[in-house]
């Protein structure tokens, strides 16, 4: 059974085996998938008990588990056998592992959790719909069904650091978890020579940002059924333990042109799994303009950075433009670090008052949370509680919101409040990336350094 092992940017060097064979930490109580399998043993084919318990692939001998392997970002491919008929490979540091039996519902389960190999097969690229700091995103076709779907691609050899690597895995372990109607959906990880494709949702409506572009400052109502939607997604994310650290108009994105009835939220690239002593891969990140201001003072912060984001849109939709508005780059960032907002300028009623100032406290020990947001009298008033359906309708001859018109702000050597951005991150956490200039809804970027944003590691990449 001759095949070439390809090395893998989803390997890890420290996993020497492929299988562990201490006993399984959890209770196998059921299973997701279990079934009869002939794997191959010692030059031949013998029927073995295979179960799926979430992403874990257990091998029983004597109905108990005898050895196990965590499936996550190992390569995972169909084959096929002369003898024996249709298997699926699995591989991973230059081992590998096959079973032949019914295997397609086994493939189509894991397929969101394993990588595979065959992108060119599968999807034809389209057309370039995005442009991130990171990476590219493609419309594309399904040569099997047809469906379109967004493709973020990764340039594999822009990668080069274990920081780099470490921040794709916690992307894709973080879209995996996230399984929720207001969030986009990732289906499957493909790994080529050259490139790393996710396949996510495609989403029609396009970015809030486009649509607030458009549109005048929301009335009240309007405003509220799309906070009070944001905050749930919130407080959903933030009860698997992950904080999304950007949420903004760029990463808000609509199923259908003009209608905000259905939203979702998008980009993970800058989240992270919530932790206590503040220390993640990256601690001081996002988008200057709409972030909370302990996350650019270096203090520990905690979800609440997400609901100051939120904040800091619902300003923008009642007012029109944002609250830390400046002359320049800098300016923007020295406003939004100090946080000092003329909430005057909202024209808000006393309970939409009440929640603005509660959600965009600059002290996080006093702002709200996801939850006490949602119970505020604010949204019990607006009926919000119970429902929220509702739908926003394009408006003709409308004014743009001042804030989002596109124009380019002229940038200056920056300095922080306290010292130069030039100490938050070593050359080695840069990457080269085609992006555009510093500006209010471009993230953290030192002048000296443009086009690479800044990610301020903490601690040493060998503790994580």
Request: glycine share 4%; charged share 25%.
């Amino acid at each position: 059974m001759d095949y070439t092992i390809k090395d893998s940017f989803f390997d890890d060097q420290e996993q020497k085996s492929f299988w562990t064979q201490t006993q399984f930490p959890a209770k196998v109580v059921q299973m997701e998938l279990k079934d009869n399998m002939l794997v191959y043993k010692e030059k031949e084919f013998v029927k073995r008990k295979v179960g799926i318990m979430t992403h874990y692939l257990l091998l029983f001998k004597d109905q108990e588990v005898h050895k196990w392997v965590n499936l996550i970002n190992i390569t995972m491919e169909l084959i096929k056998n002369p003898v024996v008929g249709q298997g699926i490979r699995f591989l991973q540091n230059k081992q590998s592992f096959e079973m032949y039996g019914d295997v397609e519902t086994w493939f189509n389960y894991l397929k969101k959790y394993c990588i595979q190999r065959t992108f060119s097969q599968k999807y034809t690229l389209l057309k370039k719909i995005g442009q991130g700091n990171f990476a590219e995103v493609f419309k594309a076709i399904s040569k099997i069904d047809g469906q379109e779907y967004a493709i973020k691609c990764f340039r594999k050899s822009d990668l080069k650091e274990e920081v780099d690597k470490l921040s794709i895995i916690k992307e894709t372990s973080i879209m995996r978890k996230l399984q929720h109607d207001s969030v986009i959906k990732m289906y499957e990880v493909f790994e080529g020579e050259e490139y790393l494709y996710l396949v996510l949702e495609y989403l029609r409506g396009g970015e809030l940002h486009k649509f607030m572009k458009k549109s005048p400052p929301f009335s009240e109502e309007k405003c509220s059924k799309l906070i009070y939607k944001l905050l749930k997604t919130c407080q959903f994310i933030h009860e698997q333990g992950i904080l999304h650290r950007d949420i903004k108009p760029e990463n808000i994105m609509l199923r259908k042109k003009d209608d905000l009835e259905d939203i979702c939220i998008c980009d993970f690239g800058l989240a992270d799994y919530y932790t206590p002593s503040g220390k993640y891969l990256f601690t001081r990140c996002g988008t200057p303009g709409y972030v909370a201001p302990e996350l650019l003072q270096d203090k520990v912060y905690d979800y609440k950075v997400d609901i100051y984001s939120v904040g800091i849109l619902m300003f923008i939709l009642i007012a029109g433009k944002s609250p830390f508005e400046g002359k320049d780059y800098d300016d923007v960032v020295m406003r939004n670090y100090y946080a000092k907002v003329r909430f005057d300028e909202c024209k808000l009623s006393e309970h939409g008052m009440s929640l603005l100032q509660g959600i965009m406290n600059k002290n996080p020990v006093k702002r709200l949370s996801a939850q006490d947001a949602l119970n505020h009298q604010w949204f019990i008033q607006e009926k919000l509680a119970k429902t929220c359906q509702f739908k926003i309708r394009r408006h003709s001859n409308v004014k743009k919101l001042p804030h989002l018109d596109g124009s380019p702000i002229p940038t200056t050597n920056f300095l922080s409040p306290k010292n130069s951005f030039n100490n938050l991150s070593p050359q080695s956490l840069t990457r080269t990336a085609d992006i555009t200039p510093n500006s209010p809804i471009t993230p953290i970027t030192p002048l000296q350094h443009k086009g690479k944003p800044i990610r301020k590691s903490i601690f040493n990449l060998q503790q994580i």
